[in-house]
């Protein structure tokens, strides 16, 4: 099982002869081991080209000490590393599927092979408090690395020197860092050992450093906003695997942003480039919301049954809506880690790496911001109100259900593209506007969203209610809580109505 930890460390360098400072005299420190001595062996992991080290992650065997097994190191993250470990193995197996799985997003489909070894003749210092507390420690490494690159073959040495905190605070890790510092230390500009074994890298390709337009251009406002979304779609890349919390209805919020963007702003994209990857978000969405969908109604028909008098629901009629929701999830998750193990996904990652590239920019990536992000919103709104119109003169009930569903996902996207609008690219003057129609964008979406979900749980509740009536079972709770669902319903209806004149309004203010 994978274990997880926070650290807070500095780097120094240090020369040869260089001596670790009297550690003691540091303010809140009561007490100082002697040092413990250890020879760390140490082999990292990566695909032919970095993929690992050029996102500042690390993949290592080690030996040695007292943290033996299988690391990850994640990048920093205010001011701390989180790593991950797994228990020792064979080298000769290679990394833990367990482990891989949580840097698939960034090796995709490559093979991981050695890269380099470091050898680390380590001392560690201790330093406590009065009540034996060790409050941060510092150890000075002997380091002996072999960088295994085919065609890039070397050895190297180097001290170095680290103060990582435990149950000390920030104050007494800089109080550590001047003593080091005044012992003739100098703050490491390597971000790891392994960066600094592997020496310097392949300079990145026009592509791989990506776009970049000055501030208050579409292409400028567009950037920063696929550059936030793509971060987040990685990043929960792990956390879908594991299973987390929220995680799959975050990765497909930022899948469904992405987007959006291409969508709303497609003028500024050569649409060669960027409509397979529209289509393949679209597709990765839809594999996601299949498990979304089940957790959403799961936690309703919980909600729901909560608010009934007490005893009005049998426990049977619970756990059965309940235990259908869990099985339609982990059968729809199957799926999700089925399409996050497939080429399809790996391919769509290569294409959001390109995304951020200038070749998928067109002219109008240039274009005043202010003008693109007005110009997206009106032309969404004019789609939306054919979309209310249609819905308004619609007879059937089912068909003006997936009229109104259609307006959610026209007023979401009127909302995504609202929210592009910033200090950094857009006027005062705009972005005070189109954050008056993002708000009652959101709430109108979150308004037929309600409404949605109760049109979707009734349907399922009568189709219990029907099941049960054939079998001769008592039907009435079920229809008891269909019947909550319609009025539900029925107050999101009343509800919209006022919002989505609240929403023609502020659109018409902003022009």
């Given at each position: 099982?994978?274990?997880q930890?926070r650290e807070?460390?500095l ?7 260089a001596e670790?400072p009297?550690?003691g ?8 081991a002697?040092?413990?001595r250890?020879?760390?062996h140490a ?6 080209d970095?993929?690992?080290i050029?996102?500042r ?11 033996e097994g ?10 701390a ?6 228990p ?26 050695p ?8 001392r ?19 380091v002996?690395a ?15 020197w680290?103060?990582e ?10 109080r ?5 510092l ?6 490491s ?7 600094k074994?592997l020496?310097?890298?392949p300079?990145?390709?026009?592509a791989?450093?990506?776009a970049?337009y000055?501030?208050?251009t579409a292409?400028?406002m ?12 990685v990043?929960y890349d ?6 987390e ?11 469904r ?9 497609r ?15 679209k597709?990765i ?14 936690d ?8 009934q008098p ?5 426990a049977e009629v619970r756990?059965?809506l309940?235990?259908s929701?869990?099985?339609a ?11 996050l193990?497939?080429e ?8 959001l790496?390109?995304?951020l ?6 002219e109008?990536?240039l274009?005043?911001a202010?003008?693109?992000v007005g ?7 004019r ?9 308004r003169?619609e007879?059937d009930?089912?068909?003006?259900d ?7 996902k ?8 609202a ?12 972005k005070?506007s ?14 037929l ?8 749980t ?12 054939k079998?001769?079972a008592?039907?009435a709770?079920?229809e ?7 009025e ?15 929403l ?7 022009g």
């Amino acid at each position: 099982m994978v274990t997880q930890s926070r650290e807070r460390e500095l780097k120094f360098e240090a020369g040869q002869h260089a001596e670790i400072p009297e550690l003691g005299s540091i303010q809140g420190v009561d007490a100082v081991a002697d040092p413990a001595r250890n020879t760390l062996h140490a082999t990292y992991f990566d695909t032919e080209d970095l993929a690992l080290i050029r996102a500042r992650i690390t993949l290592r065997h080690r030996t040695g000490g007292g943290d033996e097994g299988w690391h990850v190191k994640l990048p920093p993250a205010k001011g701390a590393r989180t790593e991950l470990h797994l228990p020792l193995t064979s080298l000769t197996e290679g990394p833990p599927d367990e482990l891989l799985d949580l840097v698939r997003v960034h090796i995709r489909d490559k093979d991981v092979s050695p890269v380099a070894e470091i050898i680390n003749n380590r001392r560690t210092w201790h330093l406590s408090d009065a009540s034996a507390t060790v409050l941060a420690e510092v150890t000075d490494d002997d380091v002996t690395a072999r960088s295994l690159r085919k065609g890039h073959e070397h050895t190297s040495r180097w001290r170095e020197w680290e103060a990582e905190l435990a149950g000390g605070d920030e104050a007494l890790l800089q109080r550590i860092r001047k003593q080091l510092l005044a012992a003739g230390a100098r703050d490491s500009l390597s971000p790891s050992k392994l960066a600094k074994a592997l020496g310097p890298l392949p300079e990145d390709s026009a592509a791989e450093r990506g776009a970049d337009y000055p501030a208050g251009t579409a292409g400028g406002m567009t950037l920063t906003s696929l550059r936030k979304h793509r971060a987040a779609f990685v990043a929960y890349d792990p956390r879908v695997r594991a299973d987390e919390h929220d995680s799959i209805h975050q990765m497909r919020v930022a899948a469904r942003r992405i987007r959006s963007i291409l969508r709303a702003y497609r003028r500024i994209f050569d649409r060669s480039a960027t409509d397979q990857i529209e289509s393949e978000l679209k597709w990765i969405a839809r594999v996601l919301g299949a498990a979304r969908d089940a957790e959403v109604m799961e936690d309703r028909l919980r909600t729901l049954i909560d608010e009934q008098p007490a005893g009005s629901i049998p426990a049977e009629v619970r756990d059965k809506l309940i235990s259908s929701q869990q099985k339609a999830y982990q059968d729809a998750y199957r799926a999700v880690t089925d399409a996050l193990g497939g080429e399809r996904y790996f391919r769509l990652l290569d294409s959001l790496d390109v995304l951020l590239s200038p070749g998928v920019f067109d002219e109008g990536a240039l274009a005043s911001a202010d003008d693109a992000v007005g110009s997206a919103i009106q032309g969404i709104y004019r789609k939306a109100t054919k979309t209310e119109k249609a819905s308004r003169a619609e007879a059937d009930p089912d068909a003006r259900d997936h009229l109104l569903h259609t307006l959610r996902k026209e007023c979401k996207r009127i909302r995504y593209a609202a929210e592009l609008a910033s200090r950094e690219h857009n006027s005062k003057k705009v972005k005070k506007s189109v954050k008056r129609v993002r708000k009652a964008a959101e709430m109108l979406q979150e308004t037929l969203g309600e409404h949605q979900d109760g049109v979707i749980t009734r349907a399922l509740l009568t189709e219990a209610a029907n099941a049960a009536q054939k079998s001769g079972a008592d039907s009435a709770a079920y229809e008891l809580l269909a019947q909550h669902e319609q009025e539900l319903a029925d107050a999101a209806m009343e509800r919209y109505r006022e919002q989505w004149q609240a929403l023609r309004h502020e659109l018409k203010r902003l022009g």
